[in-house]
């Protein structure tokens, strides 16, 4: 009872955390769909935007609610608040089985599809490579947090370089790519 939780995440961490978790795999899955479907850049430009626009609502009202409960368990807490510990009790079961593991697995797919591209490997490998990508992930967040901090900072570093080689080829090119 006597231990207490020292602050180990600084500035670049967090933003890093923040990069991560914004740009996650599914920017770079959800594009070539996303025209696709909606045909026209001028469409795809308005649901991003609009899709922003929700993300900052989203992100003010869990720093409000945040700041309201200010204890540890996130969206756990803020549904035991507003609708009892049955709901709170049935969301944390769900997120354990359901949610995380759905979620962890989609990402693992996004990558290992991405690696196999990059190093040319054929499709049958996707689910290998994802179940190998989310050991290996996992390994590195038990080595301990500044080992998962470095290399969420190096994955985010990475996230942003492409996007921005993204722009600068697409500013140079002078095209959608049509």
């Known amino acids: 009872m006597g231990d207490v939780l020292r602050r180990r995440f600084g500035l670049w961490f967090a933003l890093a955390m923040i990069v991560a978790e914004v740009m996650g795999v599914g920017i770079f899955l959800t594009p070539a769909g996303m025209v696709r479907t909606l045909g026209s850049t001028p469409w795809v430009l308005g649901v991003w935007a609009s899709m922003g626009l929700f993300s ?31 709901c709170a009790f049935v969301y944390g079961w769900m997120s354990l089985l359901v949610m995380d593991p759905g979620l962890t697995a989609a990402l693992g797919v996004g990558l290992a599809q991405y690696l196999l591209a990059l190093f040319g490997g054929p499709t ?15 390994a590195v967040s038990l080595l301990g947090v500044e080992t998962s901090a470095r290399v969420l900072r190096w994955t985010a570093a990475a996230k942003l370089a492409t996007i921005a080689v ?8 002078g095209d959608a790519g049509g």
């Open 166 to 173: 993204l722009v600068v080829l697409v500013l140079v090119r």
């Open 56 to 86: 900052v609502a989203g992100a003010l009202c869990y720093a409000e609610l945040g700041s309201r409960f200010p204890e540890a368990g996130g969206a756990f807490v803020f549904l035991r608040e507003a609708f009892g510990k049955r």
């Open 124 to 138: 049958s490998l996707v689910p290998a490579v994802a179940i190998g990508c989310i050991l290996v992930l996992s």
